[in-house]
């Protein structure tokens, strides 16, 4: 079993192979490259209209993660957007 894949009107050639109890496909280095996508990039596959689509997987991030990255360095002061004007006032005071 043989599918063209197509970027920037390039027509590439590969073959599906055996790995383990699944198939998978071998990309060339160009395509990888022009689709940005390196050794354990995240990647959905769908078949749509036809065809196997392959694209980038959104970024999972989680809370914890991105808390962590936040340093003395590159936190935001306090903003002071004075009293409040309207419903945006959540609580009330003690």
Do not use: C
Request: avoid cysteine.
């Amino acid at each position: 079993m043989v599918y063209a894949m197509y970027i920037h009107m390039q027509k590439t050639t590969t073959a599906v192979t055996r790995w383990g109890n699944s198939l998978g496909v071998r990309l060339p280095q160009g395509v990888a490259k022009s689709a940005g996508l390196r050794e354990g990039s995240r990647v959905d596959v769908s078949f749509e209209n036809d065809a196997v689509v392959m694209r980038r997987a959104k970024p999972r991030y989680k809370l914890d993660e991105l808390l962590d990255q936040i340093t003395p360095e590159n936190i935001h002061p306090l903003i002071d957007s004075g009293e409040p004007v309207g419903r945006e006032r959540f609580w009330e005071d003690e």
